[in-house]
């Protein structure tokens, strides 16, 4: 598919996707946008995309479709509404959903997009804001080979390293391993911090030398040094990530498969959210610990 020839509909300007968005635009793609807050849509507008009424709009505009959404429900609304991609789908359509979501309901609405003519591929994301904006997502992608092929140059405009992982619903899957991950670095790198600077060792020194080994890590690298600093603004925030979390238990008790360290990072989380937390940045997480261990991490206030 040729950039000129490709009319691309993106639905969902958050942190996220109003980045990705305008890297699809950059890379000479014509894009058409709808957001459910109208201001996010104008703010499209200024550097270029088309908008429309609906996702049903998008769709009735556009030869793919791409979906970054917040959960589950919202990409069913979007997707199977009576105002959605596919109310408004011609048969050929490619709907690509890229928001972190269920596995299983992404096999469920695959199945119906094929009763429609539309193919579907999951296409959840790594990386966070900064990822997004420079345009160097991790892309796991889920569906048939064949279909990634022809949507192949849309998500290397907007990620580095584009992988097919399975069938559908097998990106969902993946970026549920990937959230484990996270969570388990997140509180790794927390209890870090707390045990080095209760210990009376500068944290920065030791972020300086950790990295470099064995414990190295995304979040030590990049979330450490703001947790320092006393940064806890989000690239990724408390919320999605406890609904990530959330998503990763439910699919873990259908496979009957314990995750002790998952479900202690989300239970500590969840003590971020009771105080206020909700949108703060993952590495929030820090609070929790200084307030268990009476040490103080970030600077004072």
Do not use: Y
Request: proline share 4%; charged share 20%.
């Amino acid at each position: 598919m040729g950039k000129q020839s490709l009319h691309v509909g993106f639905i969902g300007l958050g942190i996220m996707g109003r980045s990705m968005s305008r890297n699809l635009h950059r890379a000479g793609f014509s894009i058409t946008v709808w957001n459910r807050t109208a201001s996010r849509m104008e703010e499209a507008k200024a550097w270029g995309a088309k908008i429309a009424p609906s996702p049903r709009e998008v769709a009735a505009q556009s030869d793919v479709v791409i979906t970054m959404v917040g959960d589950t429900p919202d990409v069913r609304e979007v997707v199977e509404g009576p105002a959605g991609v596919l109310a408004g789908a011609q048969e050929g359509l490619i709907l690509i959903d890229m928001s972190t979501i269920s596995p299983d309901a992404t096999r469920q609405m695959a199945a119906r997009a094929a009763e429609k003519g539309v193919k579907m591929l999951d296409a959840p994301v790594s990386g966070g804001d900064v990822g997004a904006r420079e345009g160097t997502l991790s892309i796991m992608v889920g569906g048939e080979k064949e279909t990634l092929e022809k949507v192949k140059p849309l998500l290397e405009a907007m990620g580095e390293n584009v992988v097919h992982c399975g069938p559908i619903g097998a990106g969902q899957t993946v970026k549920a391993c990937n959230q484990i991950m996270c969570g388990l670095n997140l509180l790794g790198m927390v209890e870090a911090l707390s045990f080095a600077k209760k210990a009376g060792v500068d944290p920065e020194t030791m972020i300086q030398v950790t990295t470099r080994g064995a414990a190295g890590s995304w979040a030590l690298a990049n979330l450490a040094p703001r947790v320092v600093r006393g940064d806890l603004d989000p690239g990724f925030s408390v919320r999605f990530q406890q609904k990530d979390l959330r998503i990763v238990l439910e699919e873990a008790d259908r496979l009957d498969l314990p995750l002790l360290g998952t479900a202690q990072v989300h239970q500590l989380l969840r003590s971020v959210q009771a105080h206020g937390g909700d949108d703060d940045g993952t590495q929030a997480l820090v609070r929790v610990m200084e307030n268990l261990g009476r040490v103080k991490v970030t600077p004072h206030e």
